[in-house]
């Protein structure tokens, strides 16, 4: 990976857990490859009075517990801290934006940065706004080469529906222009997420067949284990829809779907993204009330556990209508995938956290091979597991050593973990570093979020406007409610279920 440009990385919003799991534990990760010049410097940023001092030894908390080089570098801690500064400010007050300038320019003076400021907003969406303006205001948006670059990552939700999401595209484009925004959406940032590209544009095999032609449809799971978490408060007012689908799954799926780019480059990649998103096709309300599945979990025991249901998580209003859980199914109106369907889904207190992309190929025109009760027609998947245990896998029918012909469905895999001197860097890693480097190929671009709003809009406006649009309880622990599998209406055909049950305690999914 190439070296960060030395800048000050500016984080709002800097006591809160983001900065302390996340972020700050990504930084020391890059710091420790040498990464991060020793000219950088991070200056955080928060209403809470603290010293540097306390916030370092914060920090350092954070770096011991989530940092993949806290252990391995714990002598380069002290020396990355060094670099680490606390500011004090409250981000309403323009006139506290003064503290905020001076310090930078000292801290500019003393390291040497150019003028180079990436501003991270790991705040509440409220402060959008707010922010940028007040940066403005005291010109810590200009840029030149003589002054330096200033760069922002704005971190999701990037609006609440269509309306507030083109509001906020207009308010920072106000401030800051749009080579000068960072859209995170830390899906972006996974290894496998962007091997996604590399799968289908780097091997001659794939691409041929990925097409309507051969493809028979494709399925996207993203699977949470775990609750909200203490999360409800926002939760609640978002859902699995705001949540997971209007950016991580649309985006998933945009690689998936997309047309070879005519370069690996920001503006090529994020043309093609912005093409899917406009050829989905549109949702009317008998489309969201057939094709679209929400769920909210409910108590049960998961594995000798008691899980509380979603209504009585803390944050949560107990009538709370909510979704949890979503599955859906969508097309593409183009040349490619006219008449694919796909199918997505992603929940909260599923049964495992796994995340899959499922390629399912077109069964043989005609089935030979009959009677055969370990092998199906319809079996040649490929499926691409985004994460816990990445990698690869292919299945396909093999002949069965032996008289006859029998058939067996197998796996070709390759796992991530197999190349063992390759480190894979944290999506938060990739991604700062990149936005130091000035590269957006990896964050979301304003008018494809508008795009993706524009697709999720009207099935928002059906669960808001009919107070009769079915919520389907399903149990803390299962696959989410059972009506999902009728979306899938062929014969023999249903959704992916990587993992099953070993014991009481133990879960395998397959790859
Ligand atoms: C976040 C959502 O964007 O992604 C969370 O707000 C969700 O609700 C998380 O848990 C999932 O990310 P990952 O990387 O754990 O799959």
């Given at each position: 990976m190439t070296k960060a440009e030395d800048h000050i990385l500016v984080i709002f919003g800097a006591s809160g857990d983001l900065t302390y799991r996340k972020l700050v534990p990504a930084l020391f990760d890059l710091y420790a490859q040498g990464l991060?010049?020793?000219?950088s410097a991070i200056l955080g940023v928060s209403r809470t009075q603290l010293s540097d001092e306390v916030f370092r030894e914060k920090m350092k908390k954070g770096i011991l517990a989530f940092a993949n080089f806290g252990e391995e570098s714990k002598d380069k801690i002290d020396l990355f801290l060094k670099s680490t500064f606390y500011q004090s400010l409250n981000?309403?007050?323009?006139?506290?934006y003064t503290l905020l300038k001076d310090r930078l320019e000292h801290i500019d003076a003393e390291f040497?940065?150019?003028?180079n400021f990436l501003y991270y907003l790991?705040?509440?969406?409220?402060?959008y706004k707010i922010i940028p303006e007040n940066l403005a205001h005291h010109k810590l948006n200009r840029q030149s080469k003589s002054i330096g670059w200033k760069r922002i990552i704005i971190e999701k939700p990037?609006?609440?529906?269509l309306k507030s999401g083109i509001a906020l595209n207009r308010d920072l484009l106000k401030f800051f222009k749009e080579d000068q925004l960072y859209r995170i959406d830390h899906y972006l940032g996974k290894e496998t997420v962007q091997n996604l590209l590399v799968t289908r544009?780097?091997?001659?095999?794939?691409e041929p067949l990925w097409?309507?032609?051969?493809?028979?449809h494709v399925e996207i799971t993203t699977s949470e284990s775990i609750g909200v978490e203490g999360r409800g408060g926002y939760y609640d007012g978002s859902g699995a829809m705001r949540?997971?689908?209007?950016?991580h799954l649309l985006q998933v799926a945009a690689l998936v779907a997309?047309?070879?780019?005519?370069?690996?480059e920001a503006t090529s990649i994020r043309n093609e993204t912005l093409k899917v998103f406009q050829s989905l096709r549109p949702l009317n309300d008998r489309n969201v009330r057939n094709h679209v599945i929400r769920g909210q979990y409910t108590a049960a025991k998961v594995r000798g556990k008691q899980v509380v249901g979603y209504r009585e998580e803390?944050?949560?209003?107990?009538d709370s209508r909510t979704e949890t859980y979503v599955a859906m199914k969508y097309f593409i109106d183009n040349w490619r995938w006219g008449g694919v369907p796909f199918y997505i889904r992603t929940g909260k207190a599923l049964p495992t956290r796994v995340s899959e992309v499922v390629i399912h190929f077109k069964p043989t025109?005609?089935?030979?091979?009959?009677?055969?009760?370990?092998?199906?027609?319809?079996?040649n998947l490929l499926v691409i597991r985004?994460?816990?245990?990445?990698g690869i896998l292919l299945k396909f029918g093999m002949k069965i050593p032996?008289?006859?012909?029998e058939v067996k469905n197998v796996n070709m895999d390759f796992h991530?973990?197999?190349?063992?001197q390759t480190y894979v860097p944290s999506a938060y890693e990739r991604l700062l570093l990149d936005a130091m480097l000035g590269d957006a190929t990896l964050y979301a671009r304003g008018d494809a979020v508008e795009a993706a709003w524009g697709f999720v809009q009207p099935i928002l406006d059906y669960w808001k406007n009919d107070p009769d649009a079915a919520l389907y309880g399903y149990p803390a622990g299962?696959?989410?409610?059972?009506?999902?599998?009728?979306?899938?209406?062929?014969?023999?055909?249903?959704?992916?279920?990587p993992c099953r049950n070993l014991a009481e305690d133990g879960i395998y999914c397959e790859l």
């Open positions: 991060l010049g020793n000219k981000t309403f007050d323009v006139s506290d040497g940065n150019n003028g790991s705040t509440p969406p409220n402060l990037f609006g609440y529906d544009f780097a091997n001659g095999i794939f097409n309507r032609n051969f493809i028979h949540d997971m689908v209007q950016n997309m047309e070879p780019p005519t370069t690996i803390e944050g949560v209003d107990p025109p005609h089935t030979l091979f009959i009677d055969n009760k370990d092998f199906s027609n319809n079996g985004i994460q816990p245990d990445e032996g008289a006859g012909f991530y973990s197999d190349m063992k299962s696959w989410g409610p059972e009506i999902a599998d009728q979306l899938i209406t062929e014969p023999e055909i249903t959704w992916r279920y």
